[in-house]
């Protein structure tokens, strides 16, 4: 109860006779990694989804930083600290680099009625802006539009954006997906600082990123925990032997 | 060309064509130009909404007829010299335009403000036929009111008065709306460069991410909406002004379209891509209107060609020429 | 509750329209919905396909003086209009987004309104009522009502009878559910997509272009008889929620009745306190907002319609 940032307690969902999210506990206390894992179709998109709060669940509760914030709308939980990445870039891809990461700098700043004075006078949002892409090595990259940009890069300027927001933590759905192993060393050592900034609760498949990079993790079959704990404790578990990790997927 | 360019020039040439016809009496050029220039408010309205923010607002008439019989209503009684309400206090008519001008505005964002705060909630298509429908709404509520014209509409005699202007005077007339198009193409300008601006444009393009960074996209949708229908309705104050006429076709479905096929040929978002395409599209009504009657054939055999090929409108067809 | 001094007859006459409106409404609608949840496609074109079939049926008439006639080539006619306007146009709007639509479709508007006008003048043409069906008939009740409007009831009826028989147990119809349903499997099924969606669009043209005609016979065929009709359909819609056929058909009723009884009633409800002439005005002008309100009121609480996807 103590220390934990995210909190998810109970929560549960069914589509119609199927259980979707069985009765999930979870927590990410402050300063870890705490990855998810987990065979396709066992409910990780659900699950952030109802954590991100674009869906509702049936019972259960989430909480932050202490604060219950199951009935919050998606922008609120943001408002308070919740800085989610998709798995699939979702980015306003006609705008600039730079574009991006100021609307992040705005909803920061929950200053978007502002219709007078130009974007590019703005000094404070240019700072945060600048600082988010630095931390990410997109600030050459400021002027470029999303759409030109390579796979990784919007991988990158999704982190860039997220940063903005000040997150207590960070909802992180498949970061490495479609990095090649360059991209994914680098997101890697990337996501490995980034746990001072703010405890990052990480869903992914790829079995050595997680390995490299967690704290804790939980494994998520058909909507059920079977198992939180180390690297150590998850890697020796038969139940999840048996479940997930048996069938081994290269990492890619 | 540059974009910077093409708005300078554009804005320069419907300046000139009124000046030029000024020196040489011809009047009736002068009130095309100010029709250009009234139009043109009107879609550079729509395009606070559309352009901006995405949302195809297909009843956009509504603002524009409010805005008309906002000028119609003070305006006919100011001229009868009977009171619109004589009961706890007495609210009377008014010729005067700024007077006019700010009740156009104010009725026009609250119009919007109620049917933006109900069509908003929906998205897509559903927002498309509901901004139709309460369009149709307004007309057919218009046509069957008989207090001022029902369907015939309302003749307003004298144009309505400024300080200092003769305002039956063609020229003075058009500056008047030429001036009021600059301020409001200069606010869109400012608008789309400031944070609110950026926003609604990512609202546009990517709804989940704006919510993503804690912006509530209903709230700033809404308020591109007000301020759409608020600059539309004094466009329409200005058109029965023009006419000294007002009639329920203001609100018409044929309006609506006719507004956003402006803002459409002349390029959607772009600032002076309502000029451009209100000036074409009257360009094009008193030349084929000439040849045949017929002539809202080529304007939709244009309109297709437009949006099947050519979607930059005639902005983008004419800066992508040059280096940008 | 005042009492309202009406008969009941009367009362009973009404509600008949209505659903004689709701049921052409209903022709309508269905094109569009199925359109809108098949193709992705919305279609301001389609009130001008309702013009088509009436003008083609007007015209047919004129020439061999038979209604049977005349509803086969308003049928034909729409159905070709649709085919053609779907085969050179529509097909390169389906990827398009809902503005571009809008647009191309509105063009289509232009397009058609002037060259109707153009072949056929601004005059209206007329379209007899069949003799075989003019003049009142006899129900229980000693209700006497129009015999043509209870056979637009019947057929309008009959037809989504039909369309439900069609959607529920054919090829055709299995394949429209599944393309409402997953627009990309269908392709990936093996099915002719862009066969299915000609026959789609030919289909809503071809009920539209019914609807025209037989509405036509009691209403005058003009240039933009289509168009009002349209945003009515879309109304209908936007409460039924899009995609659905039951929920145009409710929806359909819907507003048919509440239009029809609400012109019919709201004057009368008025003259009960207020003057005569005021009561028609405030009366009249109300009932021509009254099915927006509807709208606005299933918007407030069903924002996607009464039986659209949540």
Same mark, same amino acid.
């Given at each position: ?78 408002? &308070? ?65 999303? !759409? ?42 990337? &996501? ?50 048996? !479940? ?9 | ?8 020039? +554009? ?72 009171? $619109? ?57 218009? $046509? ?68 993503? +960074? ?49 803002? /459409?040929?002349?390029? /959607? ?31 939709? +055999? ?15 067809? /004419? ?6 | ?310």
């Amino acid at each position: 109860m103590t220390g934990a940032v995210l909190k998810v307690e109970n929560l549960c969902k069914s589509f119609g006779a199927l259980p979707v999210s069985d009765a999930v506990n979870l927590e990410v206390k402050s300063g870890e990694i705490h990855a998810i894992i987990g065979p396709n179709g066992a409910g990780k998109s659900t699950l952030i989804g109802q954590v991100a709060g674009g869906l509702s669940p049936d019972t259960g509760s989430i909480f932050l930083n202490g604060q219950d914030i199951t009935g919050l709308k998606m922008a609120h939980r943001a408002q &308070l600290g919740l800085g989610r990445t998709f798995q699939i870039s979702s980015l306003a891809m006609e705008m600039s680099v730079l574009e991006n990461t100021i609307l992040g700098a705005i909803g920061q700043r929950q200053d978007a009625h502002r219709f007078w004075s130009p974007v590019s006078r703005n000094a404070a949002l240019g700072d945060i802006a600048m600082t988010a892409l630095a931390a990410v090595g997109l600030s050459a990259h400021a002027d470029q539009v999303v !759409a030109t940009l390579s796979h990784g890069q919007r991988r990158q300027l999704e982190v860039a954006v997220a940063l903005t927001l000040r997150p207590k933590v960070f909802l992180m759905d498949e970061p490495m997906a479609g990095l090649g192993s360059e991209g994914t060393k680098t997101m890697t050592g990337f &996501l490995d600082r980034l746990r001072q900034k703010a405890p990052i609760l990480l869903v992914e498949h790829d079995m050595d990123a997680v390995f490299a990079l967690a704290d804790r993790i939980s494994v998520l079959v058909y909507g059920k925990i079977i198992a939180t704990g180390s690297v150590e404790d998850i890697r020796k578990n038969p139940e999840v032997r048996a !479940a997930y990790l048996g069938n081994d997927e290269p990492a890619s | 060309m540059r974009e910077r360019h093409l708005n300078i020039l +554009v804005l320069a040439l419907l300046a000139a064509v009124p000046l030029c016809a000024y020196v040489s009496d011809e009047p009736f050029t002068i009130t095309l130009s100010t029709k250009v220039a009234i139009l043109a408010l009107a879609g550079v309205g729509l395009n606070f909404a559309l352009g901006l923010g995405g949302l195809v607002s297909l009843g956009h008439a509504m603002f524009f007829g409010i805005g008309g019989y906002a000028m119609g209503i003070l305006a006919s009684h100011a001229q009868s010299y009977t009171p $619109i309400y004589d009961g706890l206090f007495v609210f009377e008519g008014t010729k005067s335009m700024l007077v006019i001008w700010l009740v156009a505005v104010l009725a026009g964002a609250t119009a919007a403000l109620v049917i933006g705060a109900l069509s908003l909630r929906t998205t897509g298509v559903y927002f498309i036929m509901i901004t139709l429908a309460f369009g149709q709404m307004f007309y057919y509520f218009t $046509i069957s009111w008989p207090a001022y014209g029902g369907e015939d509409g309302l003749s307003i005699y004298v144009r309505n008065g400024f300080p200092g202007l003769n305002t039956l005077d063609p020229i003075q007339f058009f500056a008047l709306c030429y001036g009021i198009l600059l301020i409001v193409l200069y606010f869109f300008w400012r608008l789309e460069r400031a944070p609110f601006g950026l926003v609604l444009k990512a609202s546009r393009q990517n709804p989940l991410r704006v919510t993503t +960074v804690g912006l509530g996209v209903y709230r700033i949708q809404l308020i591109a909406f007000v301020m759409s229908g608020a600059v539309t309705a004094l466009a329409g104050a200005l058109f029965a002004d023009l006419n000294r006429f007002v009639s329920p076709s203001m609100f018409s479905w044929q309006t609506s379209g006719e507004i956003m096929i402006f803002v /459409i040929l002349g390029g /959607i978002a772009r600032l002076c891509g309502p000029v451009i395409g209100a000036a074409v599209f009257i360009l094009l009504e008193q030349i084929l209107g000439d040849l045949s009657q017929f002539w809202h054939i080529y304007l939709g +055999v244009l309109l297709l060609v437009v949006v099947l090929f050519a979607k930059g409108g005639l902005t983008g067809l /004419i800066t992508r020429r040059g280096a940008s | 509750m005042p009492t309202l001094d009406l008969s009941t007859l009367l009362l009973i006459e009404q509600t008949l329209n209505g659903v004689q409106f709701g049921v052409m409404l209903f022709l309508m609608a269905a094109g569009l919905t199925l359109i809108f949840g098949v193709m992705g496609l919305i279609n301001l074109a389609h009130g001008s396909l309702y013009m088509v079939g009436a003008f083609a049926a007007a015209a047919v008439a004129g020439i061999s003086g038979s209604f049977i006639l005349a509803l086969i080539a308003a049928l034909s006619a729409a159905a070709i209009a649709g085919v053609l306007i779907e085969v050179l146009i529509i097909r390169r709007l389906y990827d398009r987004d809902h503005l571009d639509q809008v647009l191309a479709t509105f063009a289509l508007i232009l397009i058609f309104s002037e060259g109707t006008r153009w072949l056929f003048g601004s005059f209206p043409l007329f379209l007899d009522i069949p003799a075989a069906l003019s003049g009142p008939i006899s129900l229980p009740g000693g209700i006497e009502y129009p015999r043509y409007r209870l056979a637009i009831i019947a057929i309008g009826l009959l037809v989504a009878f039909g369309l439900y028989l069609l959607i529920s147990r054919t090829r055709i119809g299995i394949q429209i559910r599944a393309g409402q349903y997953d627009r990309e499997m269908i392709g990936a099924l093996g099915i002719d997509i862009s066969r299915l969606y000609t026959v789609v669009f030919a289909l809503g043209a071809a009920l539209a272009g019914f609807a025209g005609a037989m509405i036509g016979a009691i209403q005058s065929v003009q240039v933009g008889m289509g168009e009002p009709v349209l945003i009515l359909a879309f109304v209908v819609i936007v409460i039924g929620g899009i995609g659905s056929i039951k929920g145009a058909f409710v929806g359909a009723l819907l507003v048919g009745i509440t239009d029809t009884l609400g012109r019919f009633l709201l004057p009368l409800i008025f003259a009960q306190f207020l003057d005569p002439s005021s009561a028609t005005a405030i009366g009249s002008a109300l009932a021509s907002m009254l099915i927006y309100i509807l709208m606005a009121g299933v918007l407030l609480i069903r924002p996607t319609g009464l039986f659209g996807a949540a």
